[in-house]
């Protein structure tokens, strides 16, 4: 009896081998998922082209207004999402204002060239990158007294600072697109000072601009 119920066992158990190797052959291997990835890195140098408008913080007689244009230089440095930056622009402007009747008696004030050097810090969602930025601002200013056929005219140099925030994107391998928000204070200054003293004072504007820039 004991001989049978063996033999039994042991006939059973060589039945369930080659199922349980079959069992074992079909279970599918399954891959550890990769860890994220960032798609991009921004760090680097970058040249660029921008634009924008401009317009004094005041809603007063002889308010500037107007356009500028130019170009960008830059370099980013990125540590996990976050990115920091250092920029600088310069741009030709016509932003300004005419006070009296042109060409009989009037005065004419604009800014004829303006730029920053700002810090930049941002956080990166791969192509996506949202930053705060912030520096010195200054610009080129132009002051034109006429009275009929006569015309005199004084330049100045402002400084000031300048602080605002932007978006930046990566449309392709090496290239970006971006568009920011720039409050810019300078400083007061006086003009005609050897002639007839005219001060103007502390120049708050209200800037945005558009660019596209080419990563290094």
């Known amino acids: 009896m004991k001989k049978l119920l063996l033999i039994t066992t042991a006939l059973i158990a060589l039945g369930m081998a080659p199922a349980a190797a079959a069992d074992l052959a079909a279970r599918p291997y399954t891959k550890a998922p990769a860890a994220a ?7 680097g140098f970058y040249i660029g082209a921008m634009g924008g408008y401009a317009q ?4 007063g007689i002889g308010t500037l207004s107007g356009g500028f244009a130019g170009g960008t230089v830059g370099y980013n440095w990125q540590a996990g999402n976050l990115v920091f930056g250092l920029e600088a622009d310069g741009a030709w402007a016509d932003v300004g204002t005419t006070l009296g009747v042109p060409g009989l008696a009037s005065l004419d004030y604009t800014i004829r ?3 920053t050097v700002r810090g930049r810090i941002g956080y990166a969602f791969d192509q996506v990158l949202l930053y705060g930025t912030g520096g010195y601002a200054w610009s080129d200013n132009r002051l034109t007294a006429t009275l009929g056929p006569l015309s005199v005219s004084d330049s100045q140099f402002h400084s000031g600072w300048t602080v605002g925030a932007g978006v930046e994107v990566m449309f392709a391998p090496k290239w970006s697109v971006k568009a920011e928000y720039l409050y810019r204070s300078l400083e007061g200054k006086t003009y005609f ?3 007839a003293p005219f001060p103007v004072g502390t120049i708050n504007l209200n800037s945005v601009q ?3 820039n080419y990563h290094f």
């Open 37 to 43: 990835i960032a798609i991009n890195n921004w760090t």
């Open 193 to 195: 000072s050897d002639i």
């Open 113 to 115: 060239a303006m730029g």
């Open 210 to 212: 558009v660019g596209v």
């Open 56 to 59: 004094e913080n005041s809603s």
